[in-house]
Each structure stands twice: as structure tokens, then as C-alpha cells.
């Protein structure tokens, strides 16, 4: 795999005003999930859930690229077709998640580290043979009153560039995500300050590592304040916090920024996305996209519920989240547009 193709691969997963869609829970996290709408918590639910995702007809008409996790890059549709080759014929690119997950950290009490980085050569290498294109590392950062911590912030962002460097070296594209979390009080200012210097420190250690950052893609959170914090902004405050953030620290040599969505809901999320590129579109050096997964999947799970003759209305919903979102690239994304489910047939 040359440099060019990464670079390549890099720009795709941005372009055309699409985005990515996250589908990559973890058994935990997607069992927890579907525990709260009442889905049944086994293999062949979570198997018929991704189904109904990748088989949503018109997908590749918002979503450039789809991010798997191990469980799910190994299975297939109930008629047999692996569901790489499905994603693949759907015009979508295959990514996957190759974290390990968070753990607590040593001497840093409230703090998490994400594990993986042992034998991550190997389980990238097997990846790239089954298909992935691209993969997904999330380090995530708590906000308190003595918190995140300089041995935090350093911690994460040296294992996200050690990830990201074996991924090029796999010839795959590093999404790098380094996730401010939305728990707390804390204020939009605080979250901008936290964000800048985690951003900061990540892409110092990507330099030091030699990452390639024309092949590379960040997710990072939007710059909100905490849910519970009291004063919450509009739409355009949060638009301009994020983006006054991203410019001060992140290099134009990104192709692109694929927002999480960190538990907004999606109408929020799509607006908010709206917002920086009504405002901003024109003059950023990087496209502002999304790499959402609650934002765009909830509708479509609570309609679902586990059950076949719903799987026609949660894929519509599913498609006019993701269909919402490229609005919102293009700065032509409306409240309106919620209130009809206009889309698929
Ligand atoms: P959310 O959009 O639900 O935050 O998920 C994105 C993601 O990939 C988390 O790692």
C-alpha cells in the first residue's frame, strides 16, 4: 500500500458531503443498548441489527464509510453474502474498531486509559486480509474539578499515535478519536480549554510518531458544556466554540473531521454540524463531516425492537438520520426536514 493510496482512502471516507456511520458497539455497549428498548441481548439480535443497518436501501447516498467491530466484520446476511462484500456492493467502504476497550488508570483515580496496542500489528494485518480500509481507536478524556490530568491526556494520546502509525503501516486509514466527554458540569469554555490541549498533545505525539496526517482521519467531540452544566448554548455558540477549537489545533494537512456525537441527540448533533458549515464551510482547510453512531442509529433501534416486520420502518428512519447529516455538511440541513420521513420507498 502506497502513501497515495492511504491518502486516497483518507479523502474518500470524506468526500461528496458524506459521512461514516458508527456501528461498532461493543457486545457490552450494544447489549446495554438494546436492553433499554427491549431487544433480546444475543449473538443472532446483534447479527440481525447490523443487517438491517447495511441493508438499508440508499445508505451510500450519506454514508462513505461503515465502522464494524470484531464480532460483526466476521459475520454475514441471513443469505449467506459476508457482510464486508454486502458493504462493499452498497458503494460503502469497511472500517473497524481495534481498540480494546477503556480500563481505570493506575494512580490517576476518575481516569481511563484505552487498551489494545499488544499484538495490534497482527490483528490489523488479519483486518486489512478480511477487507477494513480504515479502523477506530477512542481514548476517552472525563472532565472534573482536577481533571483530565497531564499523565491522562499524554497517556491517550501516545497510544492513539502508536495505533495510528501501525495502521499506516497496515495500510490502513487511523480514525483517531480522542473523546471529551459530555458527563458533568463543566462549562463550554472549560470543554474548549480541555479539548484544545487534548488536541494539542494528540497531534504532537502523532508528529513524534510520524503519522502521515494526509492519512488520517480525527473524530473528535464537539465543544459542548456539560449535560448538567445549567447554561446550555445555542446552536451557533457551540459552532463557533468547536470550530474557534479545531482551528487553533488541528493542522490543515488533516483531510478531514468526523464529529462523534457523544450521546447529542440526533436532531441536536445534526444541527450543530449544520451550524460550522454554514458558518464556516468556506474558509476551513479540512471538511467538517461525521462519523456519528447514536446520532444516527437511535430512532432506527427504538423502532426495531427486535422485530422483522419493523425492519422496513427502522431502516427509513435510519436513512433520514444519515440523510439529515449530509444536509448538515452541505449547511442545508432544516428543523422541517424532521417532520416528515421522506426518503425511501
Ligand atoms: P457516538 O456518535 O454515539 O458518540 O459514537 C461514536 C463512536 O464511534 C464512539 O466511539
Same mark, same amino acid.
Given at each position: 500500500?502506497?502513501? @497515495? ?33 427491549? *431487544?433480546? @441481548?444475543?449473538?443472532?439480535?446483534? /447479527? ?27 459475520? $454475514? $446476511? ?8 454486502? *458493504?462493499?456492493?452498497?458503494?460503502? *467502504? ?17 481516569? $481511563? ?9 497482527? /490483528?490489523?494485518?488479519? #483486518? ?9 481507536? /477512542? ?19 501516545? &497510544?492513539?499515535?502508536? #495505533? ?66 445549567? $447554561? ?16 487553533? &489545533? ?46 444516527? @442509529? ?9 422485530? @422483522?416486520?419493523?425492519?422496513? &420502518? ?7 438520520? &444519515? ?23
Amino acid at each position: 500500500m502506497s502513501t @497515495q493510496e492511504l491518502i486516497d482512502i483518507a479523502r474518500t471516507m470524506v468526500a461528496d458531503d458524506k459521512g461514516l456511520l458508527a456501528m461498532d458497539e461493543s457486545n457490552p455497549t450494544c447489549n446495554k443498548r438494546f436492553a433499554s428498548a427491549g *431487544i433480546p @441481548q444475543t449473538v443472532e439480535y446483534r /447479527r440481525a441489527y447490523r443487517e438491517l443497518i447495511i441493508t438499508t436501501p440508499g445508505l451510500g447516498e450519506s454514508i462513505n464509510g461503515v465502522i464494524l467491530y470484531d464480532e460483526t466484520i466476521r459475520e $454475514k $446476511k441471513k443469505d449467506g453474502t459476508p457482510f464486508v462484500k454486502a *458493504i462493499n456492493e452498497a458503494g460503502i *467502504i469497511p472500517g473497524i474498531k481495534v481498540d480494546a476497550g477503556t480500563n481505570e488508570m493506575a494512580g490517576h483515580p476518575g481516569e $481511563k486509559i484505552t487498551e489494545g496496542l499488544d499484538g495490534l500489528r497482527d /490483528r490489523l494485518r488479519e #483486518y486489512g486480509q478480511m477487507g477494513a480500509r480504515f479502523a477506530k481507536w /477512542r481514548a476517552v478524556i472525563a472532565v472534573g474539578d482536577d481533571i483530565p490530568s497531564r499523565g491522562c491526556v499524554e497517556a491517550n494520546g501516545h &497510544a492513539l499515535a502508536r #495505533y495510528a502509525a501501525l495502521c499506516q503501516e497496515a495500510g490502513i486509514v487511523p480514525v483517531v478519536e480522542p473523546e471529551v466527554l459530555m458527563d458533568g458540569e463543566h462549562t463550554l469554555d472549560r470543554c474548549r480549554e480541555v479539548t484544545e490541549d487534548v488536541l494539542r498533545t494528540v497531534f504532537s505525539q502523532l508528529h513524534t510518531q510520524r503519522v502521515l496526517l494526509e492519512g488520517m482521519i480525527l473524530k473528535p467531540n464537539m465543544v459542548l458544556p456539560g449535560l448538567a452544566c445549567p $447554561k446550555q448554548p445555542g446552536v451557533d455558540e457551540v459552532a463557533d466554540a468547536t470550530v474557534q477549537c479545531l482551528l487553533r &489545533a488541528v493542522p490543515a494537512a488533516v483531510p478531514g473531521i468526523a464529529f462523534l456525537s457523544g450521546g447529542q441527540s440526533g436532531e441536536l448533533a445534526s444541527a450543530r454540524l449544520n451550524a460550522m458549515n454554514v458558518r464556516f464551510k468556506s474558509r476551513l482547510p479540512w471538511a467538517l463531516a461525521f462519523s456519528f453512531a447514536r446520532a444516527i @442509529q437511535q430512532p432506527a433501534l427504538e423502532i426495531w425492537r427486535g422485530e @422483522q416486520g419493523n425492519v422496513f &420502518a427502522a431502516q427509513k428512519a435510519l436513512y433520514h438520520r &444519515a440523510s439529515c447529516n449530509r444536509a448538515a455538511r452541505r449547511g442545508e440541513y432544516d428543523a422541517a426536514m424532521e417532520s416528515g420521513l421522506e426518503g425511501i420507498q
